[in-house]
């Protein structure tokens, strides 16, 4: 694949009109049956997703850590394998592992001085590259975390905004009522 040739055009239009280059990606999760699962819509598929069994899930389906530490791989591998391309190194394979630690008292709130979420994420690239430089792998390494968008959303996490909107909700006088 010449990796080159399909961006050129996309980074000519971007230069042009840098406007064009700002996109929105979205998810949305819908409630199931049950209070421990849900569905998520990304657009081009929907998952199920479940409350880990550490916190009451039926452990049969991805945990929302699983999905965030599946999407760091998934683009941690992607960006790995289009630089390899872009640059012309020559591997063999790429593979991403994925683990995170996280102590489930602070989710389950039974631990105040525990932190909720993960506490360490570690990413380890296996590169089977026999025929590449010492150079070309550490100007891989350089381009993959410099380029790969979840790693760089992760160790340097952009402003969340949140919104709570509601319908239906009655004040506390007209419920007893």
């Not at 975390?145 to 160790?155: G, I, P, R």
């Amino acid at each position: 694949m010449d990796l080159r040739s399909l961006q050129r055009p996309l980074k000519e239009q971007y230069r042009a009109d840098p406007s064009s280059s700002r996109i929105k990606l979205s998810a949305r999760g819908n409630q199931t049956g049950l209070p421990i699962s849900c569905s998520v819509d990304i657009g081009r598929a929907v998952y199920e997703a479940q409350a880990h069994s550490g916190v009451g899930g039926a452990g049969t389906a991805a945990c929302s850590g699983d999905l965030l530490l599946g999407a760091l791989a998934a683009c941690a591998q992607i960006t790995c394998q289009m630089v390899a391309t872009a640059m012309g190194i020559p591997t063999k394979s790429i593979e991403v592992l994925v683990e995170g630690d996280l102590d489930l008292r602070g989710t389950l709130g039974i631990a105040r001085d525990v932190p909720v979420g993960f506490e360490l994420i570690r990413t380890c690239f296996e590169i089977d590259a026999p025929e590449a430089t010492a150079e070309q792998l550490a100007a891989l390494r350089e381009k993959t975390e410099q380029y790969c968008v979840v790693m760089q959303t992760l160790t340097r996490p952009p402003g969340i905004e949140l919104e709570w909107s509601s319908s239906g909700a009655r004040s506390a006088s007209e419920a007893a009522s």
